[in-house]
């Protein structure tokens, strides 16, 4: 029987944003409609608490074992309105098992072996591979919803968005707990091609190019009714109100009007923004 925690779970929670597509439920296959059709709704921080909670207890198990045991697919979902006020519902699996398999590779690149080992040990990994589905597996890492980014914002993901789209800001009392931002996909698309096609003709050797490029191919395998949202989680307290978009928009007008100074001036902004953050999680 699973230890039950008590207390704020998710004040243990790193500051971790998500990149999340929703898509409309004749998107997903019979089972998942099934499950979306006769779960009850819950509000985004309902989520929130639920897959904090879910975490760590999987954290503090009295065996070392990160990965999830059988745990049933969930769907996050959020409501929309379309031009003519008609309401529409979207929704973004859990995917937990692709997830956890996708953290424990980039884990394992980036600590020594014998930490990894402590931390992920080679029984757990065995005892995991026999719990995936292989087909299920195949399906959620070519067709993922959800991206993730621990301490700081890829400045790809702010290709997406600009200032004046929809976004809401969540305080709890008076701490602020996180900001998101929606946008629909095609216009979504339509910012991700420009700037690309930017970067072609100005910075094809950059790393934001080739990460706009990783981006672009990501997106790809979505619906275009999809709604995409951006969650700053625990960093919406360290960064908002960010300007990040702005900043990303004007570097790259800058560089579309051969204005090397402003696009400078616009990446150093960026720079300088998101070093505090890096900081945080390298003290962590």
């Known amino acids: 029987m699973a230890a039950k925690l008590t207390g704020p779970t998710n004040e243990l929670a790193s500051a971790t944003a998500h990149l999340r597509v929703y898509e409309p439920l004749d998107t997903f296959e019979d089972w998942a409609q099934s499950i979306i059709l006769r779960t009850p709704q819950r509000t985004a921080q309902q989520w929130d608490e639920f897959e904090n909670e879910r975490l760590w207890q999987r954290t503090l198990r009295s065996v070392s074992d990160p990965f999830p045991h059988n745990e049933p697919e969930f769907f996050r979902a959020i409501k929309t309105l379309d031009y003519q006020g008609t309401e529409h519902t979207r929704y973004c699996p859990g995917q937990l098992q692709a997830r956890s398999l996708l953290a424990a590779e980039q884990a394992e690149e980036a600590i020594r072996p014998e ?23 195949a399906g959620d890492l070519t067709h993922l919803h959800t991206r993730t980014s621990s301490w700081g914002i890829p400045l790809s993901w702010f290709a997406l968005f600009r200032e004046e789209d929809e976004h809401e800001v969540i305080h709890e009392g008076d701490r602020l707990k996180t900001v998101r931002m929606y946008i629909g996909f095609d216009q979504a698309v339509e910012r991700l091609a420009w700037a690309v096609q930017t970067l072609v003709a100005h910075a094809p050797q950059s790393q934001l190019f080739e990460e706009l490029g990783a981006l672009g191919s990501w997106l790809e395998s979505f619906d275009s009714r999809a709604v995409i949202e951006l969650d700053y989680g625990l960093l919406a307290e360290i960064v908002w109100p960010d300007d990040s978009a702005s900043d990303l928009l004007d570097g790259l007008q800058a560089l579309d009007d051969g204005d090397m100074t402003g696009a400078a001036a616009a990446y150093r902004r960026l720079s300088n923004r998101w070093i505090g953050p890096r900081h945080l999680g390298r003290a962590n």
């Not at 990894?116 to 080679?122: G, I, R």
């Open 115 to 137: 930490v990894f080992d402590l931390l992920v040990p080679p029984a757990s990994r065995q005892a995991n591979a026999q719990r995936v589905n292989p087909d299920r597996l």
